[in-house]
């Protein structure tokens, strides 16, 4: 059965640091690793999404890393922002037949100005 | 281009009525998925819909419920509320629900149950 795990489960950081957040998964047959962003009280956005058969994907300031056979990834935050401050979550889509996403649980991150 | 959007964005039920949320995919998606998220726990997927059908369900009670129409917007239904469904319902869509699609997620309708 997929587990996905994230650590920290909470992070805070002076802006402009630079950032990891971690995503372990236990089951590494997977199509594909989703990171997304939730704002308190909103939707989701999708920030990152690797294919199974990719090692990292990177939008501006962002770069998520997959290593499949370990069962992890990590979205790294460069040069971060008040404007991060959010909580990120990672989900898995299983292969097969099953297509669920698993989701963690989250890392809540607080960048303070 | 228009996004997920969801209605209503906030919906007080009372314990044993019926709720019924709608959601309408971005434009040429065909998969919708919904997904609960109670108050500090983690996404809980409820419900895939491709091509007006249910492809998979989470494990969740039979008075959830919902379907997809022929333009793919979606409605999910709570039967009977309990109070423990009060909670931030999210749907989310992608083209068809295979490996490679990126899913896009509304904003979310909140339901609150007293």
């Known amino acids: 059965k997929q587990e996905v795990t994230q650590i920290p489960a909470a992070l805070s950081v002076p802006e402009g640091e630079n950032l990891v957040l971690n995503c372990s998964f236990t089951d590494s047959a997977i199509y594909n690793l989703q990171w997304f962003r939730q704002d308190p009280g909103k939707g989701l956005t999708s920030l990152l999404l690797i294919q199974s058969s990719q090692r990292e994907q990177t939008s501006g300031r962002l770069n998520a890393s997959l290593d499949k056979s370990s069962g992890r990834s990590t979205l790294y935050i460069a040069a971060s922002q008040p404007g991060d401050s959010a909580t990120y979550l990672c989900a898995v889509l299983n292969a097969g037949n099953n297509r669920k996403l698993i989701w963690g649980l989250g890392t809540s991150l607080a960048v303070n100005p | 281009e228009a996004g997920v959007t969801q209605s209503p964005t906030h919906l007080i039920k009372t314990r044993g009525q019926q709720a019924t949320l709608r959601c309408s995919p971005i434009?040429?998606?065909?998969?919708v998925y919904w997904y609960q998220q109670a108050l500090g726990l983690g996404l809980q997927f409820l419900l895939w819909y491709d091509e007006g059908e249910e492809r998979n369900r989470g494990n969740f009670p039979p008075r959830f419920s919902g379907r997809q129409f022929p333009n793919y917007s979606s409605e999910l239904n709570v039967n009977a509320l309990e109070l423990e469904d009060s909670a931030l319902y999210l749907c989310a869509s992608s083209l068809y629900g295979g490996g490679g699609n990126t899913i896009y997620f509304g904003e979310g309708s909140w339901l609150t149950v007293v």
């Open positions: 434009s040429g998606h065909t998969s």
